[in-house]
């Protein structure tokens, strides 16, 4: 077994440009490896054996690290070939339902909530878009707002209605001001945070988004991100063309997108059960009349 620490192989892998947070799933195959829990001859190995976590819950990018770790640094061909990615379970986003987002937006505790909360539903922007925002961003003579590089560094444009232009038109005569004076106007963060020159962070918005929920009432197990999904869903269920929602979201595939179809309860309830069609009267078949002969 090679005894090149645990550290090194963490320095190697940033340097390939995978992600640094490999080093905890590294640190701990080590560990036990290291400490004789796993036997790295055991060929019925299993990466779940070493780490905390359910097997189907395990992080693709731990899953890379650790077939890192047995295929260079261990120089194991063998042990890397048993380490196979596992089919994570599919489930549906929770959505929240118009009444419900309608509640959420109504007993926000501030304007700026209200407007963060509304770029998040009314736009489909994610978390980091939202405080991101800076005012070049707000296009009001093409009504669009300008999302640049965000997940998988693409820029995408997304609708700005009138709604949402006056909420943040009411918001930028109370931001407060003076302590980005020397910023130009269209470089500002609509949204400011404590830390000079930085915007607000999603730690922060995320915080707000749940002292909305519960204000408003709401029991289910909803996140920031459900403002995106309802976003998709109430589209959808308008009828709203699905490539145009995926363009709105920035997804890469159709298939990402298509999944909101299953939560789209507005079109699923309108869906006439075969059940039903049992307990009508059955039509009797129509006989085709001949025309008398003449």
């Known amino acids: ?19 640094s947070s490999l080093g905890e799933g590294l640190e701990a195959t080590w560990d036990a490896l290291h400490q004789g829990r796993v036997n790295v001859d055991q060929k019925t190995y299993a990466p779940w054996m070493v780490h905390p976590l359910p097997p189907l819950e395990l992080d693709a990018r731990i899953m890379t690290g650790l077939r890192f770790l047995f295929r260079v ?21 929770l959505v929240m339902s118009q009444d419900e987002t309608r509640r959420l937006l109504a007993v926000a505790s501030s304007l700026k909530v209200r407007v963060l909360l509304s770029l998040g539903y009314g ?7 939202v405080v991101r925002l800076k005012v070049k961003h707000i296009d009001s003579a093409q009504k669009i707002i300008r999302v640049e590089q965000s997940k998988s560094r693409k820029d995408r444009n997304v609708m700005l209605s009138p709604d949402t232009l006056d909420l943040l038109r009411q918001w930028w005569k109370t931001r407060r001001r003076g302590f980005d004076s020397t910023i130009p106007v269209e470089e500002r963060w609509l949204f400011p945070g404590r830390r000079p020159g930085k915007p607000m962070t999603t ?41 145009f929602i995926q363009a709105l979201l920035g997804h890469d595939k159709l298939d990402t997108t298509a999944r909101y179809a299953r939560v789209a309860t507005g079109m699923i309830a309108g869906i006439e059960s075969p059940l039903d069609l049992l307990s009508q009267p059955r039509r009797k078949p129509r006989k085709n009349r001949k025309d008398p002969p003449t």
């Open 73 to 93: 640094t261990l120089r194991r061909l063998d042990l890397a070939a048993e380490i196979y990615h596992l089919r994570e379970p599919q489930k549906i986003p």
């Open 203 to 243: 730690r922060q918005l995320n915080r707000l988004f749940h002292e909305a929920a519960d204000a408003a009432g709401i029991r289910k197990g909803v996140t920031l991100h459900a403002l995106r999904h309802s976003f998709a869903t109430h589209l959808l269920e308008r009828g709203t063309d699905i490539r």
């Open 123 to 129: 736009c489909g922007l994610r978390a980091g878009e």
């Open 1 to 19: 077994m090679s005894n090149r620490p645990a550290e090194q192989c963490e320095t190697w892998i940033t340097g390939i440009g995978i992600v």
